[in-house]
């Protein structure tokens, strides 16, 4: 069994700063990329920001130069430092680990965590 664990989410003011960190647990083999999404209410669910095994990483448009992701490759971790933040930086932040094998043999499929409430509010 895979769990992802999010935390660090909560409610801060324009400008300011949180730190998301996702850790994930249970049997696993290997992994393609873990990644942050989110979901404003009424809108759909988009990727914020994603990070490969190898190191690549990609961002939205949208948190260029805001956020940064990075990853914990020993502690099968990964970090959304997000900065700057704005108002429509509001939603839930859900953490993704795409193509986790439990076993080199397994099938390869997507893990969601439950998702961290941001909101920046004044």
């Known amino acids: 069994q895979v769990q992802l664990v999010e935390s660090g989410g909560g409610l801060v003011q324009p400008g300011g700063s949180l730190r998301l960190s996702c850790a994930a647990s249970?049997?696993?083999?290997?992994?393609?990329?873990m990644g942050w999404y989110r979901q404003a209410p009424g809108k759909q669910r988009e990727l914020v920001a994603g990070?490969?095994?190898?190191?690549?990483?990609n961002y939205a448009d949208l948190v260029k130069g805001r956020f940064t992701i990075s990853r914990d490759n020993a502690k099968n971790t990964v970090y959304l430092q997000m900065n700057s933040l704005k108002p429509e930086d509001t939603a839930v932040y859900y953490c993704?680990?795409?193509?986790?094998?439990?076993?080199?043999?397994?099938?390869?499929?997507?893990?969601w965590g439950q998702g961290t409430q941001v909101t920046v509010s004044s």
């Open positions: 990070v490969t095994s190898a190191g690549s990483t």
């Open positions: 993704n680990a795409a193509g986790l094998k439990t076993k080199w043999n397994s099938p390869s499929r997507d893990y």
């Open positions: 249970g049997s696993i083999f290997t992994f393609n990329a």
